[in-house]
């Protein structure tokens, strides 16, 4: 099975910050990466697929890069909806495992 | 619009069976691929399996063979998650995806949208 591990696993941030999680296969997946954004009591929402492309209607802050191994999700400027779970998957298997998960907290 | 609509929340007892739904709205259900995910509560996402209604074709994560079954009907557009006996432990939320796909720079891609709001199966004596 593929592991995938996110980093980090929770964040404190405010309003208008940049950041970036981190999600790394135990395995080469190319690009078969997809984003999640999960809020709470929601469900999940794609964000991004194929490790860099945005899902029609998520904001453009948003961006992914990556491949092989190692990939990104960049939030440009911390908008206050923002404030949520992040969770990457890889599509590369039929096991579609799901990292575990980022959760960004106000600082 | 394209949305999937599951059933709503369960209360069950240890051992009892359960079937929960997922209805597809707005696209043609025969020509994607739903899957099923978990949510514990207070935890991340597992992946459970996934299902091609039109020839119901199956594929299971590991750690879900055999512990629930993956079902559709595509002449009502559904697909369902059942158990033939549950445990306090199948306690989570579940939700249903559709699998859109396609290619990108040679490679033939897939992702989950849009997803189930979600059903919520209590397991509790």
């Known amino acids: 099975d593929i592991q995938m591990t996110q980093s980090p696993s929770s964040l404190s941030v405010s309003v208008g910050d940049r950041l970036t999680i981190t999600c790394r296969a135990s395995?080469?997946?190319?690009?078969?990466l997809n984003w999640y954004q999960q809020q709470s009591g929601k469900a999940p929402k794609l964000l991004i697929y194929?490790?860099?492309i945005l899902q029609s209607g998520v904001p453009s802050r948003f961006s992914g890069s990556g491949s092989g191994t190692e990939f990104t999700l960049t939030i440009s400027s911390l908008q206050p909806e923002d404030f949520a779970s992040y969770y990457c998957?890889?599509?590369?298997?039929?096991?579609?495992?799901f990292g575990q998960g980022t959760v960004l907290e106000i600082k | 619009e394209v949305q999937l609509v599951q059933s709503g929340a369960e209360v069950k007892k240890p051992g009892e069976s359960l079937k929960i739904s997922c209805k597809g709205y707005?696209?043609?259900?025969?020509?994607?691929?739903i899957g099923w995910a978990r949510q514990k509560p207070g935890k991340g996402l597992e992946w459970m399996g996934i299902?091609?209604?039109?020839?119901?074709?199956?594929r299971y994560s590991p750690s879900f063979q055999g512990q629930v079954i993956i079902s559709a009907d595509k002449s009502i557009s559904t697909a369902y998650l059942q158990w033939s006996s549950l445990k306090a432990s199948d306690t989570a939320m579940y939700y249903c995806?559709?699998?859109?796909?396609?290619?990108?720079?040679?490679?033939?891609?897939?992702?989950?949208?849009?997803w189930g709001q979600g059903t919520l199966v209590t397991v509790s004596s």
């Open positions: 395995q080469n997946i190319n690009t078969y």
């Open positions: 707005g696209f043609s259900f025969t020509e994607y691929w």
């Open positions: 995806a559709r699998r859109p796909s396609g290619w990108n720079n040679g490679y033939f891609v897939n992702w989950f949208d849009p």
């Open positions: 998957q890889e599509s590369y298997t039929t096991s579609y495992t």
């Open positions: 194929a490790a860099s």
């Open positions: 299902i091609f209604p039109r020839d119901s074709d199956t």
